[in-house]
């Protein structure tokens, strides 16, 4: 359960403390349609998450922390996953899969990692996987 902690107003910003458990988030949200732009750091599935909101979507860079080490990374466009995203073990650390989105968000391949070796890469709008032999 959260608690609004304090939440001030400056203007074109609202910046909300919420208590979590034992986390401490701070909101930053926009007051009004004329300043869109909004950053956040919130706690999604024990995750320290953070990034930008444009018109209630995310946008541009995201990235995802767990105990220090990061979990993923990416960039959105109008709440839309683009580009290339990475994700690690939060444990040891290594790159375990790499997503490869178009602008229109359409994800085209993936590429497998185990113990930060790239082992495959499944081309997701051919239907291929290409298997990596060492």
């Known amino acids: 359960m959260s608690k609004v902690a ?7 910003i609202a910046i909300c403390v919420l208590l979590l458990s034992s986390y401490l988030i701070l909101l ?21 998450v953070r990034g930008l909101f444009l018109s209630k979507e995310r946008t541009g860079y995201w990235r ?6 990061l979990v993923w990374h990416g960039n959105y466009k109008a709440g839309m996953k683009i580009g290339e995203w990475e994700y690690y073990n939060d444990t040891t650390g290594y790159l375990i899969e790499k997503e490869y989105f178009s602008d229109e968000g359409q994800i085209l391949k993936t590429d497998n990692y185990e113990n930060g070796v790239h082992i495959d890469t499944q081309d997701l709008v051919s239907g291929k996987t290409i298997i990596k032999i060492p």
């Open 6 to 12: 304090a939440c001030l107003n400056y203007g074109i």
């Open 28 to 48: 930053f949200y926009p007051m009004s349609d004329m300043h869109e732009v909004s950053s956040s750091a919130i706690i999604e599935r024990g995750k320290s």
């Open 64 to 69: 995802a922390m767990r105990d220090g080490n």
